[in-house]
């Protein structure tokens, strides 16, 4: 929250499509703004453009794993009658991204038609599920086994240093702080409305996330994290799904699980997509005279749409060569993304709260006497668990989980 509450105060006073991108150019000395708007614009459109990336990877690990939760369980073999395959998976993402490409083409006014409805459908949907997982699945976990047992499942011999790996999903779903604000160019009122969002999908997202989770925790069978892993249908959640009643029961679920998803997906993309209208804009991009035109039909940026269009599906080809190249890939989101919102408050506590060199305005969503010592927290947990992601999940470390620490192997 405090991440969120420091981004929101500077594009309150900032609203534009670049974000915090946008913001460096206030917050530093004149000559120092042409490098640091470059390294925090590349590090914010290179997280985003992973995250959206991991988002429709999932989208069609979600899909192929309802494909294998219907075709039937052979008890003679103990496996599905459908097995995904990396091939399925990356063939089924690009099409995602086509269809989310879309969807983001659409002028400003249908789009708006189409996202309201995420919220209400994710808050709806996740406690509806939460019940009837709690309700159908059979010897529930006791509290005392999901409250208080925590595994070691990286092998680091650590289980302090494996709950805090753990915070790579959660880091991983509770980012994009600024995608609003990449579309404050599209809305009214902005300066408020864009911070009000930030601060209100963090407090929604934390709390339907934590029964989400909270929800797993008690249903999985006989608390065996190991078996659930390895299941059959290559999604853990999924399984969970099929082991609360069957098919039919897990694939009725399973289906307002994908919705969300792929509306998460879009609106990601959206944020992508004008936070690169906004780099070619200033010129940033190899042919950004192309990619900064808007369409005069539907006045959304065609070109920047399609560009990221086109690298998500890209990246995704890499999992046909290594599924862990690809996951390293995705692991960049939380990083990148968080890094370039922290540099920019950086950049504002020294030259601005501490050296007094600039004079950073206020917007209409200000924290007053708390903004500095809101900022520093948010500063040393982005400092601590940023590097806390970069360590590879597993151990032993070999040439394959090497390219966390040493980003060098994923191109090797």
């Not at 993304?337 to 206020?362: E, G, I, N, P, W």
């Amino acid at each position: 929250m405090t991440i969120a509450l420091s981004i929101a105060e500077l594009v309150s006073a900032y609203p534009t499509a670049g974000g915090m991108y946008f913001v460096t150019k206030y917050v530093v000395p004149k000559k120092h703004v042409p490098l640091a708007s470059w390294i925090v614009g590349w590090s914010n459109f290179l997280g985003q453009t992973a995250g959206v990336t991991s988002v429709g990877y999932s989208v069609g690990q979600m899909l192929l794993a309802a494909c294998a939760m219907g075709s039937g369980f052979d008890e003679q073999t103990q496996s599905f009658n459908y097995i995904p395959t990396a091939k399925h998976t990356v063939g089924l993402s690009v099409a995602i991204f086509i269809v989310m490409g879309i969807i983001c083409s659409f002028p400003t006014k249908w789009l708006h038609e189409c996202v309201i409805w995420f919220a209400p459908i994710n808050v709806l949907a996740s406690v509806a599920i939460s019940i009837t997982l709690l309700t159908l699945t059979k010897d529930l976990n006791s509290a005392k086994n999901v409250f208080g047992n925590v595994s070691d499942g990286t092998n680091w011999n650590s289980k302090g240093l494996s709950f805090l790996i753990g915070f790579l999903a959660v880091a991983w779903t509770m980012t994009d702080y600024d995608a609003t604000t990449h579309i404050s160019e599209e809305t009214r009122k902005a300066a408020i409305r864009g911070p009000v969002a930030i601060t209100q999908a963090v407090l929604i997202s934390g709390i339907v996330g934590w029964l989400l989770t909270i929800t797993l925790g008690f249903c999985i069978l006989d608390g065996d994290v190991s078996s659930l892993l390895s299941n059959g249908l290559g999604n853990p959640a999924a399984q969970i799904f099929y082991n609360a009643r069957g098919p039919k029961a897990g694939l009725a679920m399973w289906f307002w699980v994908i919705l969300i998803q792929f509306f998460t997906g879009c609106t990601a993309m959206l944020a992508d997509t004008r936070m690169a209208y906004a780099f070619a804009r200033d010129n940033a991009f190899p042919f950004s005279e192309t990619f900064k035109l808007m369409n005069h039909k539907t006045l959304t940026p065609l070109y920047s749409v399609w560009l990221v269009v086109a690298i998500c599906s890209c990246l995704s080809l890499i999992a046909l060569g290594s599924v862990e190249t690809i996951n390293s890939i995705f692991g960049i989101t939380a990083p990148a993304l968080d890094c370039s919102y922290m540099a920019v408050v950086a950049f504002k506590l020294y030259y601005s709260d501490y050296t007094k060199q600039l004079t950073v305005r206020k917007g209409p969503f200000t924290l007053g006497k708390y903004s500095m010592p809101i900022n520093i927290i948010a500063l040393c947990w982005t400092s601590l668990i940023t590097v806390i992601l970069l360590f590879p999940t597993t151990r032993p470390i070999t040439s394959t989980n090497m390219y966390v620490l040493f980003p060098g192997r994923v191109l090797g």
